[in-house]
Every structure is written in C-alpha cells, then in structure tokens.
C-alpha cells in the first residue's frame, strides 16, 4: 500500500484491492480469453500444474506456456476437468510432467512428452 502511496499518491484501503482485483479482471476478461484462444493455436506449449491458496482455500494454479503468450487459470480441480478447461482445441506438441490430470479429452490430438524425457521417442505419447 506504501508503494501507491508514496510513488502514485494514491490513498488506498487494503479491502479496496479485492475490489480493484475484481474490476480489472472483468475488464480484462476478453483479452484472457484471446490469449487462451491463441495459445492453443500455437503448434507447441508447456503446460503444468502447481497448488495455489485462495481465500484460505487450496485450489489449482494452471499455466499454458507458448513462445508468445502465457495463459494463467486458477480452477477447483487438478484433473482432466480442468486441464481440458486450459488445453481444450489444442492440437500441437504439448511439453508437460506426464502427471495424468493433464491428459487432453478425447477428440483433442496433442503429443505428450515429459520434461525430463523430452525428444526421445519411448516417451512420446498420442
């Protein structure tokens, strides 16, 4: 809050942050949604996992990496539910840990290699 203050000017109560949070996230919400859309375009992303706490509550931080763009979602479920939220239409190589929540929906083609065995052939998978 210091920093608002002393570098902006602006006088700010720490719960009108959760409200500013609120409204740029709507503000934003389209530009997400075209960064999603274009991530899963690219022909090749990483994609990975990692526990996030929210209002006291643990929950899923997802990040979807390409050359370009990196795409973050934050989701109640560590399994396919929300790995087919993040990765759904994507149809390139897909660098991941081979944790098997990521695994795509069926109808979705993607080449899974994990990170540590990425590049050789007995680990590829369709």
Same mark, same amino acid.
């Given at each position: 809050m210091s920093l608002l203050s002393d570098m902006?000017? %602006?006088?700010m109560a720490l719960g009108s942050v959760s409200g500013c949070e609120k409204a740029v996230?709507?503000?934003l919400s389209? @530009? %997400?949604e075209e960064a999603g859309r274009f991530a899963r375009s690219q022909h090749e992303a990483n994609a990975d996992e990692t526990s996030w =706490?929210?209002?006291k509550k =643990? &929950?899923?931080l997802w990040v979807m990496v390409t050359s370009l763009v990196? &795409?973050?979602m934050i989701h109640a479920s560590r399994g396919k539910k929300a790995a087919n =939220? @993040? *990765?759904e239409g994507f149809c390139g190589v897909l660098i991941t840990d081979r944790w098997g929540g990521q695994r795509l929906a069926p109808g979705t083609t993607?080449? *899974?290699l994990g990170a540590s065995d990425a590049g050789i052939p007995g680990h590829v998978r369709a």
């Open positions: 902006l000017g %602006v006088e996230s709507q503000a389209g @530009l %997400v =706490r929210e209002s =643990r &929950v899923w990196t &795409v973050f =939220r @993040l *990765l993607a080449v *899974l």
